[in-house]
Nanobody, 124 residues
Framework: QVQLVESGGGLVQAGGSLRLSCAAS????????MGWFRQAPGKEREFVAA????????YYVDSVKGRFTISRDNAKNTVYLQMNSLKPEDTAVYYC?????????????????WGQGTQVTVSS
């Protein structure tokens, strides 16, 4: 079992920044990738960013490229999402997830464990 705990969400004005963290604990030695997803009210959950645990390759949805940066700290089993130039349309609950075997980092169906989510609200 793997447990994921997100933190760092909150309320910010448009143009501001937030940094989300996701700490993993439990059985972590077989991790392939970790990702961030988000779900806005009335919308389906969507992929935001992912990072390969070995090698560090990163993946982003087009709408956040150049504004968001995903990174990891292998020693701390933690993944981060630095979000800059935030827009009201970034408002959502953000979830981190971990993929424990080879898969497609952009697909939520490939992920095995999920955090509880953290709210990000961007005011205009």
């Amino acid at each position: 079992q793997v447990q994921l705990v997100e933190s760092g969400g909150g309320l910010v004005q448009a143009g501001g920044s937030l940094r989300l963290s996701c700490a993993a604990s439990g059985r972590t030695f077989s991790r392939y990738a970790m990702g961030w997803f988000r779900q806005a009210p009335g919308k389906e959950r969507e992929f935001v960013a992912a990072i390969r645990w070995s090698g560090g390759s990163t993946y982003y949805v087009d709408s956040v490229k150049g504004r968001f940066t995903i990174s990891r700290d292998n020693a701390k089993n933690t993944v981060y999402l630095q979000m800059n130039s935030l827009k009201p349309e970034d408002t959502a609950v953000y979830y981190c997830a971990t993929m424990e075997r080879v898969g497609v980092p952009r697909s939520q169906y490939e992920y095995d464990y999920w955090g509880q989510g953290t709210q990000v609200t961007v005011s205009s």
